[in-house]
């Protein structure tokens, strides 16, 4: 996430809509993995590849809020469109979808590692 956040806010790169939503999608995953790695011990399909975000937030155990959801699926609709069109430096009509997230990822970070918390008890 420190990583997205750092090349949306560089002034020398490009493609920094694109970058975003990839790298956002890839932490968020990369978190979610976890929680399941966790609860379940896997987080591997029946094929031998790792759970997709849009799996583990469409699972009932997902212990995100639907509001975290539903941003994280935009995000996932930026990063789809990614591979079709040229989304520009920082599209300014995403802004606040991408602030968003970050947001919900520090909160998601914070409560998980607070002792005694809600989402701890889902992520020992």
Not at 108 to 123: D, L, N, Q, Y
Request: charged share 20%; glycine share 4%.
């Amino acid at each position: 996430m420190i990583l997205a956040v750092t090349i949306f806010n560089s002034s020398t790169y490009k493609f920094k809509t694109g970058m975003f939503a990839i790298l956002t999608n890839i932490a968020w995953t990369y978190l979610l993995h976890e929680f399941h790695h966790r609860k379940d011990g896997s987080i591997l399909n029946n094929d031998g590849t790792t759970f997709a975000l849009s799996h583990m937030l469409s699972r009932t155990d997902c212990p995100l809020s639907k509001g975290m959801r539903n941003n994280l699926n935009t995000i996932k609709a930026i990063r789809d469109e990614v591979e079709h069109k040229l989304l520009g430096r920082s599209d300014p009509r995403w802004l606040s979808v991408f602030q968003a997230c970050c947001l919900n990822f520090d909160k998601t970070i914070v409560e998980c590692m607070a002792p005694g918390s809600a989402f701890r008890t889902k992520f020992p």
